[in-house]
């Protein structure tokens, strides 16, 4: 592809991997590659990198050299992004694009799962979040980050496991398969889980989701308890975006499927396939096809007492 086509990057940065797609002026996909984290978390020059380099794998398959790059328009939804400074100092980053835009990668899912129309969207993935855009306003919920927020995550159902497992040890609680196959990842010794705590990340905690929803599909009890409290957490979210008229509804992200079949029937009923993924949402913004929404924060109050009437 000659370097003097305008291309169009979408980058879906999160805690987990960075992805990477570029597009040609008529929609065409060029080339896709995805890398490490993208989040703010890990620090701004590790996040950059990590979209340097998904951007760089899919620019190789898209034939395009790194000239091209001043003839793409990026958008990049970003985790973190609401980190205090975070947008500012992304902003003084020296680019090789023709122009950026930073969103969310809550923002950018929305976009993409509703095609830039009204909706929203929760987020279950490493961390947890809820996007809604309605009469071109932004109302975002939760996502504050693991561990003081995130409820329903990957992130947060391995911390409630673990916290668990440390309790069945002491014999202060039942000793399940589940926590069994926990403590075992830690040689059954309590403060070589100590040990790995001061360190691990949310990526860290959120990798014994999948063993947690495992277990609870077997039947275990204490795995049970977590994937539904994890459940309750997500329908909240989604009870809330009803509350504030929002009636087109996603669940996204990596345990999306894993959580739905624990949602409400009702909820489950409400909810639709997202029309596409984050990236997409992210070239929308690159494209400049629409406005970005002004950002609003809740009625907590209202929304609460109006979203109990959506529980069944």
Request: glycine share 12%; proline share 4%.
């Amino acid at each position: 592809m000659g370097t003097k086509d305008t291309t169009y990057l979408g980058i879906d940065g999160g805690g987990t991997r960075c992805r990477a797609r570029i597009e040609d002026e008529n929609g065409r996909v060029l080339g896709a590659a995805s890398s490490g984290p993208a989040t703010t978390r890990i620090g701004f020059e590790k996040a950059w990198r990590s979209i340097m380099e998904a951007t760089e794998a899919a620019a190789a398959q898209a034939g395009l050299t790194r000239e091209g790059f001043a003839r793409m328009h990026a958008g990049i939804g970003l985790a973190g992004l609401g980190r205090r400074g975070a947008e500012a100092a992304l902003n003084k980053i020296a680019h090789p694009f023709a122009s950026v835009i930073f969103i969310s990668d809550g923002l950018a899912a929305c976009l993409g799962a509703h095609s830039g129309a009204d909706g929203a969207i929760v987020v279950a993935g490493t961390g947890s979040v809820g996007v809604g855009l309605i009469d071109g306003r932004e109302i975002r919920l939760a996502g504050y980050g693991f561990p003081v927020s995130d409820e329903g995550s990957g992130a947060d159902i391995g911390l409630q496991v673990v916290r668990l497992a440390l309790r069945a040890a002491d014999r202060r609680g039942e000793l399940t398969p589940l926590l069994s196959e926990v403590l075992g990842a830690f040689d059954h010794d309590p403060y070589q889980a100590v040990a790995w705590s001061e360190e691990a990340r949310a990526t860290d905690y959120a990798a014994f989701a999948p063993i947690v929803i495992r277990h609870a599909n077997q039947g275990d009890p204490v795995g049970r308890r977590i994937v539904e409290r994890a459940a309750d957490a997500i329908g909240d979210l989604l009870d809330l975006f009803l509350a504030r008229g929002i009636e087109r509804l996603s669940l996204v992200g990596g345990l999306a499927d894993a959580i739905t079949p624990w949602l409400t029937p009702d909820l489950r009923a409400r909810l639709r396939c997202p029309d596409a993924d984050a990236a997409a949402g992210a070239l929308l913004v690159a494209r400049g096809r629409l406005e970005l929404p002004e950002r609003e924060l809740p009625k907590r109050e209202a929304d609460q007492e109006q979203a109990s009437k959506f529980r069944v």
